[in-house]
């Protein structure tokens, strides 16, 4: 990426960062309302300071196709509540067991055990309310937010993230083949990052072509991004990251870079951004954030 | 109850319990599908004989405005996907730790508590993807369906269910008061029976009045079935149950009964009936059987 294209993404993710940061804030309840542990859980998880990779996606989207990416900030927000109930879940004791979270004690390590578990219920749940209450969304047709909510309920359903987390939990300490790891990835990463394209897509009316086309494009950014994540815990700084590196080899699981190594690894990674530039082709310059995010995805430090 | 009413109870609490769980059946994917385990948990939890009280009461209230119940089963049974998610967690060892749940042991007993978390998880998504699949129910305005799964997630979420097991977490062992113990119930099962009638009556088109009545209804018979639960809990049979009797009393968890005694908990729920029978009082015979499990409420041994 040179160094103009570079500044212009960094600019670009941190508006959109700080629009989405506000919108989030905006919509949660305050902390002091009843009972205000789970308001307090779910603000510390949910402000935590994350990349907010899946809302800007879902706008850039909407841009991409011409739409108007402010009359959808309710359907970007509830992808990363989605997306941070999933971390909640997964970081619990009984899952991955983690400590550390985007530089920060887990929701369990602060609130306990079970009001992470139901901080990630109440996020999980308000997801879709945030989806479905079409006051939000003046001017979007019933049909287009019902399709949209109904594919993030699959993308995120048992088929979809839960069924990765699944299969993940699953394979830890056992012999695990390339084909195997790119399916848990697909699912548990991957659905949730190709339908906030998608999202984005049907809720500006775009055509079945164009959503199809940003439909490849979130699919092979999905997993180019799971292959950096898994590049970055072995080679990674524990500080820019904000949990501990290494922690994939500690815990004997299986990831890209154990199985193809280091190179092959970034090589598999670099020619899914060019796959994903392609999927690109027929777009004009609106696409142009889109464009840009795939130099993120290999060259992020965190 | 009049061994007449009661006849007709029992043979139509039957029929509807049949129906429901063949649809239930139907609706979830095979047990052999990938990931296999998730699927068994989910069938194990959701097909263990439970009594399909809320499905039920959202038909009946189709039923009770001249709507058709048969179009609205995929609504029925997303209710009863997110009653037994709340169960599978509820029971987990970092909230209630129970080991028997309708006779059988826990989903954590039996699939391990990372799976009973993620089976818990996936119902709730999946009952949101069942609720808003409008090719499930043809016929049906897109815009009954937002509003309806607007209303259950609001009823599931911080300010419902998911609110109501966070103070009743903190409560235990706590000195509560009769104030905070009705709140508690309102929002653990309280709103999710409400919202089980408003949701049958909404999707057949009843007026504001008529899903209004129905709405005071479900909450008048919410609070009876709680006190009628505590009482079971102290006098129940636990074979006829599924559970161990007194275990709220073991954990010294605040009850009706613990607050006023026996005699007073089953007047406060007989005058409760009464009042939900005269919520009923516009509607026509078309409303028997929601007049018929009132009596069902009180007199149930399980």
């Given at each position: 990426m040179n160094r103009n294209d570079?500044?212009?993404?960094?600019?670009?993710?941190?508006?959109?960062?700080?629009?989405?940061?506000?919108?989030?804030?905006?919509?949660?309840?305050?902390e002091e309302l009843c009972p205000p542990v789970i308001f307090q859980a779910v603000r510390y998880s949910l402000l935590a300071g994350g990349k907010r990779l899946r809302p800007i996606l879902c706008l850039a989207a909407a841009e991409a196709v011409g739409g108007d990416s402010k009359t959808i900030l309710p359907v970007a927000c509830a992808l990363e509540y989605i997306h941070t109930y999933s971390l909640i879940h997964d970081d619990l004791p009984a899952m991955d067991n983690d400590d550390y979270r985007r530089g920060r004690l887990t929701a369990h390590k602060v609130f306990g055990e079970d009001i992470a578990i139901l901080a990630g219920d109440a996020l999980l749940t308000e997801a879709f309310h945030l989806l479905t209450r079409k006051e939000l969304m003046p001017g979007i047709p019933p049909e287009y937010i019902l399709t949209v909510t109904a594919e993030i309920a699959a993308a995120a359903g048992w088929f979809g993230m839960?069924?990765?987390?699944?299969?993940?939990?699953?394979?830890?300490?056992?012999?695990?083949?390339?084909?195997?790891?790119?399916?848990?990835?697909?699912?548990?990463?991957g659905e949730l990052i190709r339908v906030s394209l998608r999202s984005g897509a049907i809720l500006s009316g775009a055509s079945t072509e164009m959503t199809a086309s940003l439909s490849d494009y979130g699919r092979q950014i999905g997993l180019a991004f799971q292959i950096a994540d898994d590049i970055l815990n072995v080679?990674?700084?524990?500080?820019?990251?904000?949990?501990?590196?290494?922690?994939?080899?500690?815990?004997?699981?299986?990831?890209?870079?154990?199985?193809?190594?280091?190179?092959?690894?970034?090589?598999?990674?670099?020619s899914l951004i060019k796959e994903a530039l392609k999927s690109l082709a027929s777009f004009d310059d609106r696409a142009a954030p889109l464009r840009l995010i795939t130099g993120y995805i290999l060259e992020r430090k965190s």
């Open positions: 570079e500044l212009q993404l960094k600019e670009y993710l941190a508006g959109r960062k700080a629009l989405i940061d506000a919108t989030l804030d905006g919509l949660l309840p305050d839960v069924g990765g987390q699944v299969l993940d939990v699953r394979s830890e300490g056992k012999k695990v083949d390339l084909e195997t790891l790119q399916q848990i990835h697909r699912l548990k990463t080679e990674g700084d524990r500080v820019l990251l904000g949990k501990q590196t290494g922690s994939d080899a500690a815990r004997r699981k299986v990831t890209f870079p154990s199985l193809l190594g280091i190179e092959a690894s970034r090589a598999h990674a670099e």
